[in-house]
């Protein structure tokens, strides 16, 4: 089963958390000094807020894969869907080792499909997805 992944950057992030706490009615689920997740299962997403490295607002979308099997079908689509593609492969970024790959839309719009294999102590980094000049998936500074 899939799981939707969304993920916003904020201005403040502890004014967010206490926010998205109230509206979904439970606490995150993984919470650090620069990071909240819930992993809610109605609506069932993964939903991350992070503070802003330079705008706010929406950051991110993904799919994310409750078995390692469902991974390979998923980045196929990836790839047929004609945008950048980028396979990342096994990382850890924001405080979970994952395997990964991201595409971005015709309208710059970020996607990455993953599988979560355990949460960490580190942070990592993932890659930065831009539109600049023209939609490119390029490594450094964004992450899940």
Known sequence: MKRLHVSFAVADLEKSIG?????????????????????LEDPRVNFVVEPAQSEVGFNHAGIQV???????????????????YLPEGVTTCCYHKSEKSWTTDPDGVM??????????EERGAGPNVSQEPSPAVRPGGACC
């Open 111 to 120: 996607w990455e499909a993953f599988h979560t294999k355990h949460q960490t």
């Open 66 to 84: 409750e078995t390692e099997g469902e991974l390979e079908p998923l980045f196929e689509q990836f790839k047929q869907a004609e945008g950048p």
């Open 19 to 39: 926010f998205y706490t109230a509206m979904f009615g439970q606490e995150p689920t993984t919470q650090r000094d620069d990071y909240a997740k819930w992993m």
